[in-house]
């Protein structure tokens, strides 16, 4: 019997799979190349799943291998039931669902439905002429009489959200690039097409979506000029306005709930939202409201904060009240969109312990918890030259970037330099992290002390207790350094101590000689708390 009480046969046949599960991010060009171009693909993926089933996660997420001219490196879709060939072809993606499914992992892939490439026929066909059948399949709008934009719309990556075409002598919307026209989603033949290619993928296998920036999906059509930002920290021309009128209008959740019943058709599967903004919560809420919406909302609470604070966990966890028909949250303290936490979150001398430390945390949060590739071996931040930058986002903001780039780096499967770090036999398409040799999955897996083989241990404890899969939590103290919380389920309760700063800290529950620790990771002695470290204790 392990330390904390088993899963009765009741829970685990009753609790949808999703619900407290660990989810395991791939990237896939960055994955595992398995053809020599430098390039990761799906072969490399499926090669490779033996080591993520050996984390113990729930599943994996895919990041974009659609057909695309990579401008955004496959967020720009060009056809939306194919996968590109620098990644394979769908018989690889069929071996690599088979596969998973194998090893028990269920497959998560992205989803985009705001927007398209310009290259996918559907645009092609929308900007011929104003009369065509797909005219109104995006978003498309007149000049004003001096020629300029209709509205003050400003793009995520620079710029404004309107670039003119000529064909129509009409401008089109994009949030992002201009590669990235916006689909018009209030129109319903354009959600049954974005519901056919979900359909298509459930079909071929796929166990759920992430659906990437979703509360972009929508516009307010009477193209009303979006109102000033309070004055903050600003470097591109987005972050000027608040974003009432570009995005999140009340008419999206009516489409979730479209895609919430094709899910429910294929069973057990599962769908989580990405939810950006400064203030994302109410949407994040709205989107996966009762039971006829999204399953859950993936926020950006820890992605790009600069500093893992107690306040900042308690206030994230309080976001989402443990009530009947309120939503169930996602967490991630890293991915492909945000710089790796341990570079962002501590001084370089103390990665090695924090790492530790954060990772303890995350398994002990209420929600889902994604796991970015990498983050099992403690991966930095690596420092891309801006010679050597792809990202658009990094390039168009350099030097104030948030350098997706350096997230995104080959993940080190072996530890010798001269072979790319067994990423690929050719010249990676982004450069390995100087420091990641000594990180690889050939260094730590022989390592019982390692940050990989801790993550194996700490995915199977949360998997053992139902308090941190499903349990409520209570916070119980949250300073300026030590968090406290307590998780609960039925007769078990756990007891979560962490800090996080680099002084020891001395915390106590009430009746401290009740409880009996289980989990450590740092320098704990009783209720004396070293830097850096954490413990979950048992009641006893």
């Known amino acids: ?34 053809n020599g171009d430098g390039i990761g693909d799906l072969p490399g993926i499926t090669a490779h799943l033996d080591h993520v089933a050996s984390l113990g996660v729930d599943g994996i997420w895919l990041s974009p291998f659609f057909t695309s001219p990579m401008l955004d490196f496959g967020y720009d879709v ?115 097409a974005l519901l056919a290619t979900a359909k298509f993928w459930f079909d071929r296998g796929v ?19 979006n109102p000033p930002a309070p004055p903050g920290p600003r470097t591109r021309s987005f972050d000027f306005q ?14 979730l709930e479209r895609l919430r019943a094709l899910a429910d058709r294929y069973g057990a599967t599962f769908t989580v939202a990405e939810v950006g903004g400064a203030h994302p919560e109410a949407e994040m809420h709205a989107f996966t409201e009762g039971n006829r919406r999204l399953n859950s909302a993936y926020g950006f609470n820890f992605l790009y904060a600069d500093k893992l604070t107690p306040g900042l966990v308690r206030d994230a966890l309080a976001q989402w009240p443990q009530t009947p028909g309120a939503g169930w949250p996602s967490w991630a303290f890293e991915n492909h969109d945000a710089p790796r936490a341990i570079s962002r979150w501590v001084a370089p001398e103390h990665r090695a312990a924090f790492a530790r430390l954060k990772l303890l945390l995350l398994m002990c949060l209420r929600g889902n918890l994604f796991l970015y590739q990498g983050e ?37 499967w072996q530890g010798n330099p001269n072979d790319h770090a067994g990423f690929s036999t050719a010249t990676p398409w982004l450069p390995i992290g100087e420091d990641h040799l000594a990180l690889a999955v050939d260094r730590q897996n022989g390592d019982p002390a390692s940050l990989l083989n801790l993550t194996r241990r700490l995915i199977a404890f949360r998997h053992a207790s139902e ?51 289980v989990q450590t990771v740092g320098a704990v002695d009783g209720w004396r708390v070293g830097g850096y470290a954490g413990m979950i204790a048992t009641r006893v």
Request: a negative charge; aromatic letters at 12%.
């Open 1 to 34: 019997m392990n330390e904390v009480s088993r899963l009765t046969a009741l829970d685990a046949t009753t609790r949808e799979w999703w619900r407290g599960a660990v989810i395991y991010q791939i990237y896939p060009r960055s994955f595992a190349d398995s």
């Open 78 to 192: 060009a056809d939306y039931c194919d996968v590109d060939p620098i990644f394979g072809t769908l018989a690889d993606f069929d071996a690599l669902i088979a596969r998973a499914h194998e090893l028990g992992l269920k497959v998560l892939i992205d989803q985009v439905y705001s927007h398209s490439s310009d290259r996918h026929p559907w645009f092609l066909e929308s900007r011929a002429d104003r009369a065509n059948p797909k005219a109104d399949w995006y978003v498309w709008a007149d000049a004003k009489p001096d020629g300029s934009p209709p509205n003050n719309w400003q793009s995520v990556f620079g710029g404004p959200a309107w670039t003119w075409d000529a064909r129509r002598c009409q401008y089109y919307m994009h949030n992002f690039l201009p590669e990235q026209p916006q689909l018009h989603v209030h129109n319903p033949a354009v959600q049954d």
């Open 207 to 225: 166990d759920g979506f992430r659906i990437d920036a979703i509360n972009f999906a929508m516009h307010n059509p009477a193209l009303t000029d």
């Open 242 to 255: 608040l974003h009432v009128h570009n995005q999140s209008q009340p008419e999206l959740p009516l489409f």
């Open 376 to 412: 099992e071996l403690g991966l930095t931040q690596v420092d891309i030259p801006f010679d050597a930058l792809q990202d658009p986002e990094a390039i168009a903001n350099w030097p104030l970037t948030l350098s997706r780039d350096g997230a995104r780096t080959p993940m080190p």
């Open 467 to 517: 308090a941190l899969m499903t349990g409520d939590v209570t916070i119980l103290a949250a300073t300026d350094s030590l968090l406290a919380f307590e998780r609960t389920a039925g007769a078990e309760r756990l007891l979560c101590v962490f800090n996080l700063a680099f002084e020891p800290a001395d915390w106590a529950p009430a009746e401290p000689s009740q409880w009996r620790a």
